[in-house]
């Protein structure tokens, strides 16, 4: 396609030798925008054999015609959900889907949902099975969800797993790929105590492992809670009422006891790949990135 818009300019600039210099330069400069306009195009289309195809009808053809790409971010809280959950959304354009962003959205908006989930999450225990399916039922929903999207914080119990697989089964789709990220308990506390987040992304910071660059330390080296901006906006982060020592044994037991089954129910499809997020961030992204390819 460049090549023959190319010669095509060529041709043009070639038939111009006999115009007025004027006319010349004036033609040479409505031949680089031609030409720029033809090479923009041509980035917009993909190349099947010696036919080609727009990007907007491949986008169409594989949310119609492909399965979606359904993952589940698995893991306990401070594993690194949060922070790897991004970098998948950015790299397969699909969306993430953190319950847990939902709901306390819906608690800072005094929803009806926000008001019954507000004391339970802040203790660390599960919102009910009902409320959080119907959120995710009717997020995946969405326009953005066509092609996949990444679950993060569900499902978190057994009941919730087999609503999900029911919900995907009504449209000929299932859960793809679960990625398991493996950490022990012991280092969970000061992931969790150290986070700090901005609310409106999601996006987690740290005051020891990742620390936004804006902060400054007081004199007896605790984290000044102005200077705690985040990077790409400036705007306050916060810490989450729930990432307390106490919360967190309740929010682990209900880890280990409810949520850990899930993988044992998944484990049959083939689609459970485990990741150690024991490590530094660079080094489970790397894992994850490994998990994601096709076998
Ligand atoms: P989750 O979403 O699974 O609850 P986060 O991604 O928010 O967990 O991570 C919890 C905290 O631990 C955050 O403050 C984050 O910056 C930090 N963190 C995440 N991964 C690592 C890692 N590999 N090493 C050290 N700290 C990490
Ligand atoms: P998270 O941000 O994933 O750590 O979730 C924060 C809190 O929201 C949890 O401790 C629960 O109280 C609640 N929550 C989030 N997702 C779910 C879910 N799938 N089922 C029940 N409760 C949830």
């Known amino acids: 396609m460049s090549s023959i818009a190319i010669k095509t300019c060529a041709e043009r600039s070639k038939n111009s030798a006999h115009l007025p210099l004027l006319a010349v330069a004036g033609?040479?400069?409505?031949?680089?925008?031609?030409?720029?306009?033809?090479?923009?195009?041509?980035?917009?289309?993909?190349?099947?054999?010696?036919?080609?195809?727009?990007?907007?009808?491949?986008?169409?053809?594989f949310s119609t015609y492909?399965?979606?790409?359904?993952?589940?971010?698995?893991?306990?809280?401070?594993?690194?959900?949060?922070?790897?959950?991004?970098?998948?959304?950015?790299?397969?354009?699909?969306?993430?889907?953190?319950?847990?962003?939902?709901?306390?959205?819906?608690?800072?908006?005094?929803?009806?949902?926000?008001?019954k989930a507000q004391a339970v999450m802040k203790a660390g225990g599960l919102v009910s099975n009902d409320i959080?399916?119907?959120?995710?039922?009717?997020?995946?929903?969405?326009?953005?969800?066509?092609?996949?999207f990444i679950l993060d914080g569900f499902p978190?119990?057994?009941?919730?797993?087999?609503?999900?697989?029911?919900?995907?089964?009504?449209?000929?789709a299932a859960v793809s790929k679960v990625v398991e990220l493996e950490v022990p308990d012991s280092v969970l506390e000061e992931r969790i105590c150290g986070r700090w987040i901005h609310k409106k992304s999601g996006r987690s910071y740290h005051v020891k492992y990742a620390a936004p660059k804006s902060?400054?330390?007081?004199?007896?080296?605790?984290?000044?809670?102005?200077?705690?901006?985040?990077?790409?906006?400036?705007?306050?982060?916060?810490?989450?009422?729930?990432?307390?020592?106490?919360?967190?044994?309740?929010?682990?037991?209900?880890?280990?006891?409810?949520?850990?089954?899930?993988?044992?129910h998944y484990k049959p499809n083939g689609v459970v790949a485990s990741v150690n997020a024991n490590q530094q961030m660079d080094g489970v992204w790397g894992e994850i990135l490994e998990a994601l390819k096709r076998s």
Request: charged share 30%; with cysteine.
């Open 27 to 61: 033609l040479a400069a409505a031949t680089a925008t031609f030409r720029r306009e033809e090479e923009e195009k041509t980035q917009n289309f993909f190349f099947k054999g010696d036919k080609k195809e727009s990007v907007a009808d491949m986008k169409a053809k």
């Open 215 to 264: 902060m400054k330390l007081s004199s007896d080296s605790k984290p000044i809670p102005e200077t705690m901006l985040d990077d790409e906006t400036g705007e306050p982060l916060m810490q989450r009422g729930d990432d307390t020592p106490t919360a967190l044994v309740k929010r682990l037991k209900g880890y280990h006891g409810e949520t850990v089954p899930i993988l044992n």
């Open 66 to 115: 492909w399965p979606r790409n359904i993952m589940i971010l698995f893991g306990p809280p401070g594993a690194g959900k949060g922070t790897h959950g991004p970098k998948v959304e950015n790299m397969l354009g699909i969306p993430q889907l953190s319950t847990g962003d939902m709901l306390r959205a819906a608690v800072a908006a005094q929803t009806e949902v926000g008001k």
């Open 156 to 172: 978190r119990t057994l009941e919730q797993a087999k609503a999900l697989d029911k919900m995907l089964a009504d449209e000929g």
């Open 132 to 148: 959080v399916i119907g959120i995710i039922r009717d997020r995946i929903k969405e326009k953005d969800c066509n092609l996949g």
